[in-house]
């Protein structure tokens, strides 16, 4: 994540304080809102004290019973394949032998997909995280999940500058990235010349990351300005 972003200093470390505590976390927030970046920033730090780690991206996945399978093919994992509910479960028991004791970090990117029935994913989860002391898994999603062994983390934007506010725009965490971001494109830029421009184009985005990088893009060919 972003070094330079408060957001990025915290947040790692309550995701990281969740997954020792629960081993079950759901990284919550609209798209755009740097879900992704920030588990992947915190399962970068964690893997170095693991066996191993997977990411995985879920909307890849039509089923929970497709996720075990994906699951297991990136822990080079050989499962049969179901043809039932029995065989689902047998399918979820050999992968839960497969990994075992071992430490292993686990992150389903945008699980979306799976929300419209969540049993079967709870049960998964409930299966592996009982069978597999070593496991920990962060998932990310756009929605709650109502999985009640998981800790949530929710996203909102970065801090937004506040009109009359005490704290100054250019101090704000949305602006500053922002003017990183536009001073890669231009190097000469300078926000002081451009403070009430760039408080609007900050509170315009609601301060979620993607949308201010896309934003700041444009200064290839406009001004704040524009």
């Known amino acids: 994540l972003d070094h330079v972003l408060?957001?990025?200093?915290v947040q790692p470390d309550l995701l990281e304080q969740q997954l020792q505590q629960t081993r079950l976390v759901v990284v919550v927030g609209l798209g755009g809102s740097g879900k992704t970046r920030l588990a992947r920033a915190a399962i970068s730090r964690l893997s170095r004290t693991v066996q191993s780690s997977l990411w995985l991206a879920s909307v890849d996945a039509g089923s929970v019973d497709d996720l075990v399978h994906r699951i297991?093919?990136?822990?080079?994992?050989?499962l049969a394949a179901a043809t039932d509910a029995t065989d689902a479960t047998d399918a979820a028991a050999a992968l839960a032998a497969h990994i075992g004791q071992r430490s292993l970090l686990l992150l389903i990117d945008g699980v979306e997909p799976l929300l419209a029935n969540v049993e079967p994913l709870q049960r998964l989860l409930d299966h592996l995280l009982d069978a597999c002391p070593g496991l920990g898994v962060v998932l990310t999603s756009r929605e709650p999940m109502g999985l009640p062994?998981?800790?949530l983390l929710r996203l909102s934007g970065l801090a937004l500058p506040v009109p009359d506010g005490v704290r100054p725009a250019l101090a704000t965490d949305a602006v500053r990235l922002f003017v990183r971001e536009a001073q890669?494109?231009?190097?000469?830029?300078?926000?002081?010349?451009a403070v009430a421009e760039l408080a609007a184009i900050a509170r315009s985005t609601g301060g979620l990351p993607l949308a201010l990088r896309i934003?700041?893009?444009?200064?290839?060919?406009?001004?704040?300005a524009d």
Do not use: E
């Open 184 to 193: 890669r494109i231009r190097p000469g830029f300078d926000p002081r010349s």
């Open 72 to 78: 297991a093919d990136g822990l080079h994992c050989t």
């Open 215 to 224: 934003a700041a893009g444009w200064m290839r060919f406009l001004s704040c």
């Open 6 to 9: 408060g957001l990025a200093l």
């Open 149 to 151: 062994r998981a800790a």
